[in-house]
């Protein structure tokens, strides 16, 4: 992406390659949406509502049209619940058409599938198609050997880098992480120049060490929104069940009809911390406000009715969890395929970026 002038005003520091230049070595990103490359850099003034326009801007939506189905050649399926077939990582799956669409898209479920309606790429299938293109004269993976080296090798890299972006773009749009805000702007300015290197530059990236850098600014960010609710919520909801109620809403504005929870009983909130194991957990109808579940468990999790408002889910397993009619709209760090995997319903509330994945009826 382009650097705006601010941009170029500091050093974001970010010696993350070996031997190279983060900025000056990156490719042209090709097929970006004309309504995309029209508007300046990623506004460096943010709110909730414009996350949106944020995250076409880095282009984080996955859009297929523009990648050659590299999810389903570079990546291994096993025969599971979630795949009805075992593939090596690096062969097509036989449901892959010449036109890299997938012959069984509106049956993948009922086929053996599932694990394929809920994976999403955060948009690193088109960009690494990009990438791969301009570095080998058009080809894609099925024209040219190397091609495919490349473009199956930077496919993991890019969505490590994405997902990264996906998380700084929801802290700069959080009023309650102001204070990280200026840290979060240096981390954009140097992390999303790397997603568009060249495919050599991706291989050699260290991807470890943008976490490290990333990392400490969500962290942060993590505690001072988990902060700000709880200290929101109203003093009797802390002492005992409520009912239910309106509050005020994670972006400090306007009121936000929460779901009817009670506070969870002393036992369980204990459980409740990061990478707990919480598989088949009964936490439905709870008002969970504010905990850190970073890496939890979740699996089967009863879920429905809960309300999630500042819950860190940021890399948390909600397989197979039951989020019927529960209140996501202002957890933190939840990704798409995090919602793919879970089972919801219409009355699932999401953050307002993501949408209700169609086997949600
Ligand atoms: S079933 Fe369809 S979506 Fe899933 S890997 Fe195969 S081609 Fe891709």
Redesign the pocket.
């Known amino acids: 992406m382009r650097r705006s002038a601010s941009s170029e005003a500091h050093d974001p520091g970010f010696g993350v390659l070996d031997g190279g230049d983060a900025v000056g070595v990156r490719a042209e990103r090709p097929g970006r949406p004309a309504e995309v490359d029209g508007v300046a850099d990623y506004p460096h003034e943010v709110a909730l509502s414009d996350r949106a326009l944020l995250l076409e801007q880095l282009d984080l939506r996955t859009d297929c049209s523009r990648c050659t189905?590299l999810?389903?050649v570079a990546?291994t399926?096993t025969r599971s619940a979630d795949?009805a077939i075992d593939?090596p990582a690096g062969e097509p799956?036989?449901?892959?058409r010449e036109d890299f669409g997938?012959?069984?898209?509106a049956r993948?479920r009922s086929?053996g599938?599932p694990?394929?309606t809920a994976y999403d790429c955060l948009g690193a299938g088109q960009r690494v198609t990009a990438v791969v293109r301009a570095a080998h004269g058009g080809a894609t993976w099925r024209d040219d050997p190397a091609a495919a080296r490349d473009a199956f090798a930077a496919l993991p890299v890019v969505t490590q880098v994405h997902e990264l972006l996906w998380y700084l773009s929801e802290v700069l749009a959080h009023p309650d992480a102001a204070p990280v805000h200026d840290d979060v702007r240096t981390a954009l300015d140097g992390t999303s120049p790397l997603a568009d290197l060249a495919p050599a530059d991706l291989l050699a990236l260290d991807v470890d060490a943008v976490r490290r850098r990333v990392g400490p600014v969500i962290d942060r960010a993590s505690a001072l929104v988990r902060g700000a609710a709880a200290g929101r919520r109203p003093a009797a909801t802390r002492e005992r069940p409520s009912a239910t109620r309106t509050r005020p809403s994670g972006t400090g504005t306007g009121t936000h009809a929460a779901p009817s929870t009670s506070r969870p009983a002393a036992t369980v909130r204990r459980r409740l911390r990061p990478g707990a194991d919480l598989v088949g957990a009964q936490l439905r109808g709870l008002d969970l406000t504010g905990a850190d579940l970073r890496g939890a468990l979740l699996l089967g999790a009863d879920l429905r009715g809960a309300d999630l408002a500042a819950v860190d889910l940021l890399g948390a397993d909600l397989r197979g969890a039951d989020v019927r009619g529960a209140d996501l709209s202002r957890a933190l760090f939840v990704l798409p395929a995090q919602v793919g995997a879970a089972q919801g319903d219409p009355a699932t509330r999401l953050p307002a970026v993501l949408d209700h994945p169609s086997h949600w009826t």
Request: glycine content about 10%; hydrophobic content about 40%.
């Open positions: 189905g999810c389903c990546l399926l795949f593939k799956c036989p449901n892959l997938c012959a069984i898209h993948l086929s599938f694990g394929c």
